[in-house]
């Protein structure tokens, strides 16, 4: 009998040991970190060295439409943190079915929004800060992207539902098939064809495709704990809920993309396109190590909502105290890592055509690991409470961090220091939000039972 509810048991459902859920979580950290990292170095071997620093400026123009991608997606995915609360209420097939629908309206909503941004590609760019010297580059590389931006949507949904699905090594397969693609197909048409960044929207549209096609595969087999169903018919209370979970992610992302506008603008006013390639670059290898960190709270997320959804309190505390040590290890390897390797990395984009930004790459790169303890907390919190489904807590932290003080400090800090100002804004905003951090976690200590008093009220706040 015992063996039979063992098999009952879904993946995220287990009851690990530290050493477990490490080894657990590894596939989707290095998920994160070598999808960055591969896109970080596809930069430097192609756009930064074949095309010029001007196109590494314009991808940086870019990004905020990218990051505004993300957060779309993140508004339909938030139903990945339903669904894993659902598996541990033991509706299974009802997740599915979620799933699926949620998966068509994704689709659905992806084809609009490609519609609208070829018809608007224009007065999109020129609102994104595209200087006259950015704009050839930048709108070489938009005019084809906006044409499969619903199928980057639909890969994202994809991408989320592999944890839930008790399967986090297939996320990892699929991005290293994804990432690989993008950068045999960037060298084909950036380097041997020399079409530029035309080339590498077409090498990104071939690994989007890639991406979705991996994700139909994986979900028709009957074998994922997630999978394809017939749809849910009461699609827009689904939504809604979806909406819900989601609302904390899609504001990360969407008030980061706000914040690359605000930041580039203000590179642009102190400093110029070159300075602007520069803090680019050095953003994205920061970025790339941080990135491990999203890895490790995607996959302890689901395991959250499915101990809330069992009400199992002593699996929560257990797990509360689990992350923790976790995310302490990871930050002391990503630091390690970033001490060792950022330089190397850095080197990749530092050819001819960069030459001349060098020495600004190696001082923002001196100062970003300071961050990364802040840094990898913050999100840790954030992202734990939205899988709690206590967005009001996450969605208040997302606003306080990219939104209210890196706004504040990009802003303010150039203006009092100058343009090496904004090599600090980093570090300044994730200090003043870790207090905020600490605030928001010591208010709901009797919400989950980490309190002295023990007491777990488990309400969605």
Partial sequence: MASVNEKEVKTIGKDYTLLELLRFALPAILNEFIFNLLYTVDDGLFITRYVGTTAESAFSILTPMFMMHGALSSLFAGVAVLAARKMGEKKDEESCSDFTAVL????????????????????????????????????????????????????????????????????????????????LFDWFFVVYKGVGMAGAAYANLIAVAIQNIIGLLFYSSRKAEVHFAKPSRNIFP?????????????????????????????????????????????????????????????????????????????????????????????????????????????????????????DLIIFGLSICPYGFPFFGYNVGARMSFSALGNYRSSLILTILQEIVFSNLTIIALPLIFGIQGVWYSFLATNILTFFATLLIVYINRDNYGYGQSGLAQLVDR
């Fill in 238 to 358: 689904l939504l809604k809920e979806s909406f819900r979970y989601g609302l904390s992610t899609f504001f990360s992302n969407m008030s980061v993309g706000i914040g690359y506008i605000v930041c580039n603008y203000a590179i642009l006013c102190f400093g110029d396109e070159s300075y602007l390639a520069a803090y680019t670059i050095a953003n994205n290898i920061a970025f790339t190590f941080m990135s491990a960190y999203f890895g490790l709270f995607a996959a302890t997320g689901p395991l959250l909502s499915y101990a809330l959804g069992e009400r199992n309190v002593e699996k929560l505390k257990k797990l509360f105290k689990q992350i923790i040590a976790s995310t302490a290890i990871l930050i002391i390897a990503t630091i390690l890592m970033f001490i060792f390797f950022s330089g190397p990395i850095a080197k990749l984009f530092v050819g001819e055509a960069a030459a001349d930004i060098k």
């Fill in 104 to 183: 068509l309206a994704t689709l659905a909503f992806g084809l609009l929004l490609s519609l609208t941004e070829y018809l608007f590609k224009d007065q999109i760019l020129l609102m994104l800060g595209a200087t006259e010297t950015i704009m050839p580059y930048a709108k070489s590389f938009f005019n084809i992207n906006c044409l499969y931006a619903a199928f980057t949507l639909t890969g994202n949904i994809f991408g989320r539902f592999y944890v839930p699905a008790g399967s986090p090594k297939m996320e990892l397969t699929a991005t290293i098939l994804n990432v690989g693609s993008n950068l």
